[in-house]
């Protein structure tokens, strides 16, 4: 017993530092940097390969695992980071930028760049992404219908608990980010730029997901800053500053028959400068079982939009398959709470809603929205709902 009891106080401390030597370097992230893997950072040498195989070990890695991209420009063509992963805690470091092809046709035949699918914990932060749109952008512009339709920049689809945080986007070829089929999503700090004449450059599009966070971003872009589609529910967006751009859109919805609403919606606090629209609702005009319900728009600022607010359900481009016909899409309990600003045309709220589906339970709270210097209008067709405080313009709400 006796040489035991000395020898205690001694092997416990060595104990310690044996588990602790062992165990805390499992804990930390094991890091891949795409260099070790083959990628050139000097915006030339086609990277894909050594970022797929940098994902591959980190989504077979048991630990947390991190994947640097140091300074420099890397040119990666389309690219799909799949899960599942064996851990469930995978962060892309990105110091400096990703470059796509400049020949758009590469990325423009398979629709997006960057597509992360049955991922879990998957983080992504900082970094630039440049899509390198404009020569497509030109070829759309320029109109002559031979023009692709593009790529989406970043695309995350059938995954949960995504951080995208102090990401750049810049000339996105289509959409800048999209969130499909996902569920608790984060998104902040996010810096969106695209020429104001470039087409469906959306920034940030939202659909059949749930529990999604946009947060504290700058959107300049040719489309919709943020778009909401069929099928997104509890989506909280705040502290965006919007423009140019199309502003902040729910739709366009009720396009197909069978379709699933928009549920519990807050936006708030949001600047939308020369944007096209500020807070919308768009939706087809033509049946439909979709919905929209549970909407707050909130403090937001609107400088010189041509329609701050709008709800729009006569949508027809084109005036095809939907000319004469009620959209379907019911629209109800939706808030417009301390809006200001100013309007670039006389009818600064306009709320044109569907003969068969009128819109319900809208409420207005303190709007100031003027017209040259003078109180705008607003204008309203099948629209029903409350309006108090300040009222500017006067509501026309039934
Ligand atoms: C609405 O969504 C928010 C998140 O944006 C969530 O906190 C809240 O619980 C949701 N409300 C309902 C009734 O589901």
Redesign the pocket.
């Given at each position: 017993m006796e040489p035991t009891r000395k020898a205690t106080p001694i092997i416990i401390p060595v104990l310690v530092i044996v588990i602790l030597f062992y165990c805390m370097p499992n804990a930390a992230a094991a890091t891949f940097n795409v260099l070790d893997f083959g990628a050139k950072a000097d915006g030339r040498t086609d990277s894909s390969k050594a970022f797929t195989s940098a994902w591959a070990q980190a989504c077979a890695s048991a630990q947390p695992a991190s994947i640097l991209v140091p300074k420099g420009r890397f040119l990666v063509g389309s690219t799909t980071f799949s899960g599942q992963c064996a851990n469930k805690a995978i962060s892309f470091e990105i110091q400096g930028t990703l470059v796509a092809p400049s020949d758009y046709n590469i990325l423009a035949n398979k629709g997006t760049w960057l597509l992360f699918e049955h991922v879990d914990g998957v983080s992504i932060r900082s970094g630039v992404l440049d899509g390198q749109g404009t020569i497509l952008w030109d070829c759309k512009n320029s109109n002559d219908g031979s023009c692709p339709s593009g790529a989406t920049t970043l695309e995350f689809t059938n995954s949960k608990n995504i951080v995208i945080s102090g990401l750049t986007s810049m000339n996105s070829q289509m959409f800048h980010i999209v969130i499909n089929a996902c569920q608790n999503v984060k998104a902040q700090g996010i810096t969106i730029t695209a020429d104001g004449n470039s087409p469906n450059t959306d920034g940030i599009h939202v659909q059949g997901s749930s529990?999604?966070?946009i947060l504290t971003s700058k959107i300049r872009t040719g489309d919709d800053c943020i778009s909401i589609g069929p099928g997104t529910?509890?989506?909280?967006i705040e502290n965006i500053a919007c423009g140019p751009g199309h502003g902040i859109s729910i739709g366009s919805l009720g396009k197909d028959e069978n379709e699933a609403g928009v549920q519990?919606v807050?936006v708030k606090t949001v600047t939308l400068s020369g944007t096209q629209n500020g807070v919308r609702i768009k939706t087809w005009g033509r049946p439909s079982n979709s919905f929209v319900r549970?909407v707050i728009f909130q403090d937001a600022t609107i400088v010189n939009a041509q329609n701050p607010i709008v709800i729009d359900q006569n949508y027809c481009p084109n005036n095809e398959g939907c000319p004469g016909q009620a959209s379907g899409v019911k629209i109800s309990d939706i808030t417009y709470k301390n809006i200001h600003g100013t309007s670039a045309t006389e009818v600064a709220v306009k709320f044109d809603c569907s003969s068969k589906n009128p819109c319900s339970g809208i409420k207005l709270e303190d709007l100031k929205l003027t017209y040259k210097n003078q109180a705008a209008q607003a204008s309203c067709v099948h629209a029903s709902g409350d309006a108090l405080g300040l009222e500017q313009p006067q509501s026309c709400l039934s």
């Open positions: 529990d999604i966070t529910t509890n989506l909280w519990n807050t549970d």
